[in-house]
């Protein structure tokens, strides 16, 4: 059953001053099933980034449509969007000048569960996180990696079905790249979410993902799983 269905989308970037336009998406067709861990494969510049924006409400499509659990997001932009959670490059999900156990807390605590089922939420993702010795230290002090695992973390807080991942370990140290793909591996077993996870690195969507969708130039040019992905590499 699909719970993401996108169909022919299409998004074109205007230059201001040559008018001249890039097509980022070109006629984009893909479903999503519930529990699917999906990979966006494509190297720099393919069309990923704005594949997921668009999925999550951030840019609005050109052309085409987006169906998130028989949802239309452009007619029911916030109906679609609660079910959706996205860890986005750079991290404009968390609050820089709290700690990251306030980051926690707070997003937590739009939920409306009782504090004594918060505390235990936070303090299994902390855990899990490897976080718990830097509960105190605010976000803007933490490394990248560190950063990186806290947006992940928070994106679990939310509880919604999807969540989107853009290049969730671009920028780290090899040591925390693989922590971070191990985490994903088992977010996506252990807690029946679909999950898309946009990346350049074949490794990374290899380890964690059952289907890989490869775009190139804005186009889609393999859908598969990753084993007959491989033979074709
Ligand atoms: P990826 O995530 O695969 O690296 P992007 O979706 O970021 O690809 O970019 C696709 C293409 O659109 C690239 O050529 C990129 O330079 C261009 N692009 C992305 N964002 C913008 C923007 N805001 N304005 C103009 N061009 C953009
Ligand atoms: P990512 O590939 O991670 O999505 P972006 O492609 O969105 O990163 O680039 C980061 C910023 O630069 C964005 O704000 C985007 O709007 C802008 N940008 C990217 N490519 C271009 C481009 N070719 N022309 C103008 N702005 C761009």
């Known amino acids: 059953e699909a719970i993401i269905e996108v169909k022919n989308l299409k998004k074109v970037y205007k230059k201001r001053k040559t008018k001249e336009s890039l097509i980022a998406v070109d006629d984009i067709s893909f479903s999503v099933n519930r529990g699917e861990i999906l990979g966006l494969l494509g190297p720099n510049g393919a069309g990923k980034s704005t594949m997921i924006k668009m999925i999550c409400g951030l840019l609005i499509p050109d052309d085409g449509s987006i169906i998130v659990n028989g949802i239309n ?3 029911k932009r916030l109906d679609a969007l609660r079910h959706i959670s996205a860890v986005l490059e750079g991290n404009r999900n968390l609050y820089w000048r709290l700690s990251v156990k306030e980051n926690l ?77 191990e985490l994903l591996k088992s977010i996506a077993k252990g807690y029946n979410r679909t999950i898309i996870i946009s990346s350049h690195d074949m490794d990374v969507i290899q380890a964690i993902c059952n289907r890989t969708i490869v775009i190139n130039y804005g186009k889609v040019v393999a859908n598969d799983n990753v084993e007959n992905l491989l033979r074709l590499f």
């Open 73 to 75: 997001t452009q007619k």
């Open 105 to 181: 807390e707070y997003f937590a605590g739009n939920r409306g569960l009782s504090s004594k089922d918060i505390a235990e939420q936070i303090e299994g993702l902390l855990t899990k996180f490897n976080l718990k010795d830097k509960e105190n230290e605010l976000v803007n002090r933490l490394s990248r990696g560190m950063q990186q695992k806290l947006a992940i973390a928070v994106a679990m807080l939310a509880d919604s079905e999807i969540i989107l991942l853009d290049e969730p370990t671009l920028g780290l140290d090899i040591e925390t790249s693989y922590e971070v793909r």
